[in-house]
T-cell receptor
């Protein structure tokens, strides 16, 4: 399974756009890129998933370059409630085990 | 309605005791998981069951034994608890289909285990 690398922590201010980049140099052809969010004292929550180019939903956007060796999670106009740990994962869509390998995540601190 | 629930939420116990954590999902998913999150926030998969059959068993001590009475439940029993078992344990479920539509895992709220 592809290993991911992301910044350990980031700070931002309310109303700003936050971009968190994840490196996955060994991503395989069948791998999808998925981001999870974890608030303190809660389980991780699915945010967004993509394979290539750009994906957008009501929460975030995911930018994936053509070589797919990295991806960027974009959170528009963050608020204090976006303070959380964000995990980038890559997984084999051809596998029926759904095994996820979580890295250490990026702790985002949003300040007023 | 809670999608993935765990009980208890907190568990404080003495070394050497045996304890169980229960997990239930009402999503109709086929696959369930147990993860352990240590103090450094690393989430590590422990077990996975698909339709009551074990499909993933990571390097976990034999003291940990999952039990799946039906596909909606995956309980975790821990024998002879040790100090190092203190962590947050998360249950998760997934639709179980290969492909992106089945990739999303839904996590429970976690069980905070403290072994004294």
């Amino acid at each position: 399974l592809a290993k991911t690398t992301q910044p350990i922590s980031m700070d931002s201010y309310e109303g700003q756009e936050v971009n968190i980049t994840c490196s996955h140099n060994n991503i395989a052809t069948n791998d999808y890129i998925t981001w999870y969010q974890q608030f303190p004292s809660q389980g991780p929550r699915f945010i967004i998933q993509g394979y290539k180019t750009k994906v957008t939903n009501e929460v975030a956007s995911l930018f994936i370059p053509a070589d797919r060796k990295s991806s960027t999670l974009s959170l528009p106009r963050v608020s204090l409630s976006d303070t959380a740990v964000y995990y980038c994962l890559v997984g084999d869509i051809g596998s029926n085990t759904g095994k996820l390998i979580f890295g250490q995540g990026t702790t985002l601190q949003v300040k007023p | 309605d809670t999608a993935v629930s765990q009980t208890p939420k907190y568990l404080v116990t003495q070394m050497g005791n045996d304890k169980s954590i229960k997990c239930e999902q009402n999503l109709g998913h086929d696959t369930m998981y147990w993860y352990k999150q240590d103090s450094k926030k690393f989430l590590k998969i422990m077990f996975s069951y698909n339709n009551k059959e074990l499909i993933i068993n990571e390097t976990v001590p034999n003291r940990f034994s999952p039990k799946s009475p039906d596909k909606a439940h995956l309980n975790l029993h821990i024998n002879s608890l040790e100090l190092g078992d203190s962590a947050v344990y998360f249950c998760a479920s997934r639709l179980g289909l290969a492909g992106p539509s089945g990739e999303t895992q839904y996590f429970g709220p976690g069980t905070r285990l403290l072994v004294l």
